[in-house]
């Protein structure tokens, strides 16, 4: 069984300032992919970053870095340039090869302020 | 990528009655997922909606109180049969396009926002 625990429930940050969301996740599979993702009020979800396990490279995308840590099973979220436009939940998630469906974690609420 | 539309966005339902849920996807894919997300929660999973089949239901999630279809490669629907203020909740469909679902990103839908009075 897959798990994935965001243990910030709740992070605020000023405009502008860098803000690292937290993750830690478990599984026994080799091949996995973990991904973030936003959920702002509209409530859509809008895939932020994907990182691939078997890379080490830390993916990044813009304002948005991972700092993925294979061997302690974390993979935290740096925003830079924090926005007002970033404020929302956003999910760590994880996918594993045999299960082919994504198990989320509880969510982590930013809110970025002037 | 893949635009998902679901419908209805936000309904309120008297207890004991049912509500069907769209799913269409305006490209064809390879899964689609029914999740449920409780006030201020995370996403857990209802089911994978399977095309020409039964769906593959989680763990405290039976047929008879959700049953899914999905008749073709872009729509699915999900059911929440005899309702109780509980299902009060988001429902999301969620689709991955062609390729090894693991690695593809997972679309969404905007969800349904049900309550149950």
Redesign the interface.
């Known amino acids: 069984a897959q798990t994935v625990t965001q243990s910030q429930p709740e992070m605020s940050v000023q405009e502008a300032e860098t803000v690292t969301l937290s993750c830690t996740y478990d599984t026994s599979e080799n091949n996995y992919y973990l991904f973030w993702y936003k959920q702002p009020p509209s409530r859509q979800m809008i895939l932020v970053i994907r990182q691939e396990a078997y890379k080490q490279q830390n993916a990044t995308e813009n304002r948005f870095s991972v700092n993925f840590q294979k061997a302690a099973k974390s993979f935290s979220l740096k925003i830079s340039d924090s926005q007002l436009g970033d404020t929302a939940m956003y999910f760590c998630a994880l996918n594993t090869g045999t299960a082919s469906k994504l198990t989320f974690g509880t969510g982590t609420r930013l809110q970025v302020t002037l | 990528s893949a635009v998902i539309s679901q419908k209805p966005s936000r309904d309120i339902c008297q207890r004991g009655t049912s509500l069907t849920i769209q799913c269409q996807v305006d490209s064809q894919v390879t899964?689609m997922?029914w999740y449920r997300q409780q006030p201020g929660?995370?996403?857990?999973?209802i089911a994978?909606a399977n095309q020409g089949s039964e769906a593959t239901y989680e763990s405290g999630f039976v047929i008879d109180k959700f049953p899914i279809s999905r008749p073709n490669l872009t729509f699915s629907t999900l059911t929440v049969s005899n309702m109780s203020p509980e299902d009060s909740s988001?429902y999301?469909c969620?689709a991955h396009t062609a390729g090894i679902?693991?690695?593809t990103?997972?679309f969404?839908g905007?969800?349904t926002?049900l309550t149950v009075v």
Not at chain 2, 41 to 45: A, G, K, R, Y
């Open positions: 899964m997922f929660q995370s996403l857990t999973l994978t988001i999301l969620s679902p693991v690695n990103e997972a969404f905007q969800g926002r």
